[in-house]
């Protein structure tokens, strides 16, 4: 694939993480856990996160109250919790149900299309 093409498709990859960085944020906050906490479990779960991209969104989840925090200060260094509000449980359950939809739906796109789940040809086009 040329440099240009392989750009392209990795332009296209980190579109398509954007959009469901949240969700998979937000499936690590049922229980709380600290920024770098996450990061670490993210990355191990194969959905590698910059903190710079981590702790803004942390933010902006607190701010519309999807999330809340408590600073723990009796460690070594202070840390800041976040876990799941009420409000964002709800929400959380309503953004599985969608992505599982719409997961459903695209699976059902690419196999009309002759592609496998991992992209590859099945042989049908």
């Given amino acids: 694939m040329s440099d240009d093409r392989q750009d392209f498709v990795q332009g296209l990859v980190a579109e398509l993480r954007r959009g469901t960085i949240t969700i ?29 991209t981590l ?33 964002g449980k709800q929400i959380y359950r309503q953004m599985c149900k969608e992505w599982a939809d719409m997961n459903d739906n695209l699976k059902q796109l690419i196999e009309e299309a002759g592609f496998n789940e991992r992209g590859g040809n099945d042989g049908k086009r």
């Fill in 24 to 52: 998979g944020v937000l499936s690590q906050l049922t229980n709380p856990k600290y920024g770098y906490a996450l990061v670490e479990s993210l990355t191990a779960k194969g959905i590698p996160i910059e903190p710079g």
């Fill in 55 to 87: 702790y803004p969104l942390l933010r902006r989840l607190e701010k519309q109250e999807v999330l809340t925090s408590e600073w723990e200060t009796t460690g070594a260094k202070p840390r800041k919790y976040y876990v799941l509000s009420e409000t």
